[in-house]
C-alpha cells in the first residue's frame, strides 16, 4: 500500500478567498456567508437565531472581535483550506474588523 497521497499539504492560497453573497453583506473578505434553514446558535454572541432564511457567516475559530480587518484577512487566508470555522450571525460578523 503507497501512502504517497496520505498527508499532501495544501499550502494557503497567495490571496484572500471571497465569497460573492459575503461581499455583497458587506462582510470583510475572507469570511463566508450561507443562507442557513435551521436554528442555530451564534458563536459569538451566543443567541439563538430562530428566524427562518437567517444568514450564517462562518468566521474561522482563531479571530478575535478585537482584531483589525488585515489580521482577520490573514487568518481567512491561512485557514482557507485547513483550519476550522464557527458559525456567527449577521450582526456579529458585520462587528468584526472594526477595532
Same mark, same amino acid.
Given at each position: 500500500?503507497?501512502?504517497?497521497?496520505?498527508?499532501?499539504?495544501? =499550502?494557503? =492560497?497567495?490571496?484572500? =478567498?471571497? $465569497? $460573492?453573497?459575503?461581499?455583497? %453583506?458587506?462582510?470583510? =473578505?475572507? %469570511?463566508?456567508?450561507?443562507?442557513?434553514?435551521? %436554528?442555530?446558535?451564534?458563536? #459569538?454572541?451566543?443567541?439563538?437565531?430562530?428566524?427562518?432564511?437567517? +444568514?450564517?457567516?462562518?468566521?474561522? $475559530? #482563531?479571530?478575535?472581535?478585537? $482584531? /483589525?480587518?488585515?489580521? +482577520?484577512?490573514? +487568518?481567512?487566508?491561512? #485557514?482557507?483550506?485547513?483550519?476550522?470555522? /464557527?458559525?456567527?450571525?449577521?450582526?456579529?460578523?458585520?462587528? %468584526?474588523?472594526?477595532?
Amino acid at each position: 500500500m503507497s501512502d504517497q497521497w496520505a498527508f499532501v499539504k495544501v =499550502p494557503p =492560497p497567495k490571496t484572500v =478567498p471571497v $465569497d $460573492d453573497l459575503a461581499r455583497n %453583506l458587506g462582510l470583510l =473578505p475572507g %469570511l463566508r456567508a450561507e443562507q442557513h434553514n435551521s %436554528l442555530f446558535r451564534c458563536s #459569538s454572541c451566543n443567541n439563538m437565531q430562530v428566524e427562518p432564511e437567517q +444568514i450564517m457567516v462562518w468566521v474561522p $475559530d #482563531s479571530v478575535m472581535r478585537h $482584531d /483589525s480587518a488585515e489580521a +482577520i484577512a490573514e +487568518i481567512c487566508r491561512r #485557514s482557507a483550506f485547513n483550519g476550522s470555522s /464557527s458559525g456567527w450571525c449577521l450582526t456579529c460578523a458585520k462587528k %468584526l474588523g472594526k477595532g
